[in-house]
């Protein structure tokens, strides 16, 4: 049964938001993989990179924008990545009724046995594949994540029951109307897990000497055929995809550590520093300076689940 937005489960899901995030940006919960998301203003145009995760907007909306595709996830949808992925993203928000939302990040681990208990039952088909997707939020996961909040609301409950009742949003999202996609997903099965993992592997080592060809040999691909299947998935090249990977971690050193343009284009792999320049312009817009003062304070510039320890929000 699709969740209905004017539902007393959903006014309290808002009223406990409130209370657990009371500032605009991320507040990190009192569980690791779970983050509360909060803008009192609308935020257009804004490149991210999201980690493999669930978004749930329980106020306001957003909209994100990958290749020819639009999703949206608000009170009725929520959000789905199964891979990380660079997208465009837009936040409807006002200061009277700020965007509300929760961030999830995927545990492999969990995600992993809790689909193969799935597939045991035969009971939910297995459909194709899709790194990210929007899907309506039915009525038992809306129940289990109000059950998730109250429970964060207590430092004891949230230490001893939030585990097992993220545990249960997994399984909700598995079992739900596109779960048979996430769960093919996450299986890392044929082609799409070729190149999930090497997606991983671009993400892990970003600094690093990233040849499309040896990308392609790892992943048991021709050069080419890597090429078809890699834009298949993400919308985008190999090569666009690691230097908007090397520009997103470069920015949140910025940010974060204070680096200096020069400094954050050294750490993720640029040799020249005005090459990098170059390319953060032509990406964000903007040059570093502009936009490292320009997005301080917004939203999206943080990633919603941790992406690697330079970024993680403590």
Known sequence: MAFKSDTVVHSKIVKYLYQLAPHEGYTQ??????????????????????????????QGSKRGYLGDE?????????????IPLPFTSETEATPDEPMLGIAIRLNTVVIAELAALVEVSGEHA??????MLATPLEE?????????????????????????????????????GQGGSVRAALSHYGQFGKIAKALSRIHTNYADVLEVGN???????????????????????????????????????????????????SRVGYESPSQF??????????????????????????PPTHLVD?????
């Open 29 to 58: 919960s009192l569980v690791g993989d779970v983050r509360f998301m909060r803008s009192n203003r609308p935020l257009k145009n804004t490149a991210v990179l999201y980690e493999p995760s669930i978004v749930i907007i329980c």
């Open 70 to 82: 639009i999703y949206i996830y608000d009170a009725l949808h929520y959000l789905v990545l199964s």
């Open 126 to 131: 297995v459909e194709a594949p899709r790194g």
């Open 140 to 176: 038992t996961l809306a129940d289990a994540i109000l059950r998730l909040l109250v429970a964060l609301a207590a430092p004891a409950d949230a230490r001893i029951l939030a585990p097992h009742i993220v545990r249960e949003i997994y399984y909700r999202v598995l079992v739900g």
């Open 215 to 265: 990308l392609a040999k790892e992943a048991g691909m021709s050069t080419p055929a890597f090429h078809v299947h890699f834009k298949a998935v993400t919308q985008t090249t190999p090569i666009q995809y690691i230097k908007s990977t090397r520009l997103h971690h470069a920015r949140l050193l910025m940010i974060r550590n204070g680096l200096t343009a020069a400094a954050a284009a």
């Open 277 to 302: 320049s170059r390319e953060f312009k032509r990406f964000f817009g903007r040059p570093p300076a502009e936009e490292v003062r320009t997005m301080k304070a917004s939203l999206d510039l943080l």
């Open 310 to 314: 330079l970024a993680v929000p403590h």
